[in-house]
């Protein structure tokens, strides 16, 4: 009971605006959660959206993602070539080098590959997606990573505050992110991508709104 107490304590906390739904004058609003989905950082995705090509807008893949993973990566490989060529002194198992090393540099690529992923709203062929395999994610029913724009209902925004770990034993940090998800006709939310800008998030929530034909709710002062 006392975990479940903490747990909905820190949910509340990372959900902090209580959102009116009647003001959007659709039952469905009602219907959908606003909680936040937690889905991704501003830091692992790009939130610079562009038309990659007539029809086509897109989030450029991400900087700061591509620089975390080469660190990480390039950390990894230090530890492994430690680990084959130079001598450690010491108790510690020299294994342990070895270890480190192979999960810095598989960390490494899991983000590069994050990063690199295309988040894209296709309007010749109809269709929000995430990868490469448009065509092919298409036909999964109730999918994650391909929504045709005919089952978008609506855009919603939301302000979620997101723990950021801090480093040399320091409490952990909490900063407010934004959430642009896409409804379903059914109810269902897609999340799309997190934004650290208030204002980027609403001016790229507007813009596609325009594209797609659909409201959007607006919650993120509630």
Known sequence: MYADKVKNLLHSFENPVVVDPEKFQDPLAEKVSWQGLGKNNPSSTSTVLYEREPG????????????????????????????????????????????????????????????????????????????????ATMKSEGSQNAVPFSDIHALQLLLRMSRVKSADNRPDRFVPVYELNLVKANGERVHVITYSRREKAREDAYTLSDRLHVPVWDGIDG
């Open 56 to 135: 086509v807008l897109s989030y450029k893949p991400s900087m700061t993602g591509w620089i975390f993973s080469l660190i990480f990566m390039l950390t990894g490989l230090l530890s492994v070539v430690v680990y084959f060529f130079v001598p450690v002194t010491g108790n510690a198992p020299k294994w342990v080098l070895l270890l480190v090393g192979v999960l810095f540099m598989a960390a490494g690529v899991f983000i590069f590959f994050q990063s690199s992923r295309i988040i894209a709203f296709d309007e010749n062929l109809g269709l929000f997606y995430r990868g490469k395999k448009a065509k």
